[in-house]
């Protein structure tokens, strides 16, 4: 979606957090699971340039949405939400960093440095569905 250029999507089952958001027509050209309909797609494209030209910055403008200040927001928000409802304190152990489920070293540094980003924006106002 930031290359400004008319996307042609399958549709599929596989769900990320902001596709609810996305509209066929809008956002992208849809094509059909089986893709039996990409020639039909693609020649509609080829005969609407302008429609094309707006699909493609309705989804860059979308796009736009997720800088890292942005997702920073969101994830200080997220895990301030989650830790109030804990009843215990969570902790990093020394067993965990070194397990094969850790990230890598410097990941938490990192995030940390990130979360201490002021957020200039309401919670959650960048994943808010589009009108």
């Known amino acids: 979606m930031y290359t400004n250029s008319t996307i042609l999507w399958q549709v599929t089952d596989l769900q990320e957090f902001f596709y609810t958001d996305l509209k066929p027509g809008v956002h ?14 693609l020649q509609w494209a080829q005969a609407h340039d302008d429609e094309c030209r707006q699909i493609a910055q309705n989804a860059y403008e979308y796009a736009t949405r997720f800088t890292d200040e942005n997702i920073a927001c ?58």
């Open 28 to 41: 992208f050209i849809a094509l059909n699971y089986h893709l039996s309909d990409v020639i039909e797609k």
């Open 74 to 131: 969101y994830w200080k928000h997220l895990l301030t939400e989650y830790a109030a409802l804990l009843n215990f304190k969570s902790q990093l152990t020394s067993e965990f960093a070194q397990s094969k489920f850790a990230p890598p070293p410097n990941t938490f540094r990192y995030m940390l440095k990130r979360l201490e980003y002021p957020c200039t924006q309401e919670p959650w106002s960048a994943y808010t569905p589009s009108a």
